[in-house]
C-alpha cells in the first residue's frame, strides 16, 4: 500500500536513503524541535523522533513530529511497548495518522530500571513484533487488532530496529526475518562500529533474500570524543566498537576528536554504501544535529532527491 511518506517515495525510487535522529527536549518549549528540524531539513529525506530514549520524561514523539511537519520534515513517529498496552497504541496510531504523519517505527523500547523513574511499571502488553502485525493489519485491513473494521485505514510506512551485533549472533537474521513477516517496509540498524562484523550479517541477509524484502538503513553516529567510545564498547549492550576505533581516537588531540569523530562516521558511510543490500542510512547525532549538513555533504549524498 503505498503512503504519503517521503522516506517510501525515495526508497521505492532506488536512491539512497538518509533519515536522521532528533531528541525532544526535557521541556514544553517548542523552539528546541523547531532549531533542530531546521539544522535537518534539505540533508535527510526523513526524521525519527524518538520517544522517550533512555526511558526519560520528554516531550512526546508525535507533539515533535508534529513541530517538525510544521517545518518541512517527513516525521517517523517512535512507539514504544514499554508505556502502552495494545489500545493505547492502536489510538496513538489512528491519531498519528490523521495528523499527517506518514512513517512509524514500532520498538520495544528501553528498560525502565534506565531511566529517571526506575519504579514506575512498564506495560509491555505486546512487543516489537506484536506491534508491527498490529500496525500492518490496521493499515492493510483496516482492521484493529479485534477484529473491528476502521472507516479510514492509517497511511503509514511501517518501520521496525534490528541489532546485528547482539549475541547470539546466529539469531540475528532469523529474529529479523520475524520482523519483516510481520510487516516491516524499512530497517534501520543499530550503529555501525564493526563494519566487518555488518557486512557479515548482510551476506546473510542476502543469502535468505530479506534484502529484497525490505529496505535496510544502516545505523551510523558520530564520536565526540574517545571517552565516548570507550564507554559504547564496555558499557552499552549490543554495541560492538572495534579497539582500533577507540585508538584512532584516542590518537588525536582532544580539540581535533570531533572533527576525527565526524570523519570516522563519513568513512563508515562510504563502506556500508558499498555492502550490497544496503538502501540507506539512519545517522543518529542526538544533540549533535549540527554534524549531520557537514557529514551528508562530505559522504557525497546531497542533494537529496
Not at 229 to 254: F, N, S
Amino acid at each position: 500500500m503505498k503512503t504519503d511518506s517521503n522516506l517510501e517515495r525515495v526508497l521505492e525510487a532506488g536512491h539512497f536513503a538518509v533519515t536522521a535522529e532528533l531528541g525532544p527536549p526535557r521541556s514544553a518549549g517548542a523552539e528546541t524541535i523547531r532549531r533542530k528540524a531546521r539544522l535537518l531539513k534539505g540533508n535527510v529525506d526523513a526524521v525519527n523522533v524518538t520517544d522517550g530514549q533512555t526511558a526519560v520524561v520528554r516531550m512526546a514523539s508525535w507533539a515533535g513530529n508534529l513541530i517538525g511537519k510544521e517545518e518541512g520534515l517527513d516525521g517517523i513517529v517512535q512507539m514504544t511497548c514499554r508505556d502502552r498496552n495494545r489500545l493505547a497504541l492502536q489510538m496513538d496510531i489512528l491519531g498519528v495518522a490523521a495528523l499527517g504523519i506518514h512513517n512509524i517505527l514500532c520498538l520495544t523500547g528501553d528498560h525502565i530500571v534506565f531511566g529517571d523513574h526506575p519504579h514506575a511499571k512498564g506495560v509491555f502488553d505486546i512487543d516489537s513484533v506484536q506491534f508491527l502485525q498490529i500496525v500492518k493489519q490496521m493499515r492493510d485491513d483496516g482492521k484493529v487488532h479485534s477484529g473491528n473494521e476502521l472507516e479510514v485505514p492509517p497511511r503509514l510506512f511501517i518501520g521496525a530496529a534490528a541489532n546485528p551485533f547482539a549475541d547470539p549472533f546466529e539469531f540475528r537474521v532469523p529474529r529479523l526475518a520475524k520482523k519483516i513477516a510481520a510487516g516491516a517496509d524499512f530497517i534501520q540498524t543499530q550503529i555501525v562500529y564493526n563494519v566487518d562484523k555488518f557486512a557479515e550479517w548482510m551476506k546473510r541477509v542476502r543469502d535468505r533474500g530479506l534484502d529484497q524484502q525490505t529496505k535496510i538503513l544502516a545505523g551510523v553516529a558520530p564520536i565526540r570524543s574517545a571517552g565516548a567510545a570507550r564507554y559504547m564498547k564496555t558499557k552499552v549492550p549490543g554495541m560492538d566498537v572495534p579497539d582500533e576505533i577507540v585508538e584512532r581516537l584516542r590518537g588525536v588531540p582532544r580539540e581535533q576528536v570531533a572533527a576525527e569523530g565526524v570523519k570516522l562516521c563519513v568513512d563508515i558511510i562510504n563502506r556500508v554504501q558499498e555492502i550490497e543490500g544496503v538502501a540507506g542510512i539512519h545517522l543518529m547525532a542526538i544533540e549533535w544535529e549540527e554534524a549531520v549538513p557537514e557529514i551528508v555533504a562530505r559522504s557525497g549524498l546531497l542533494p537529496r532527491p
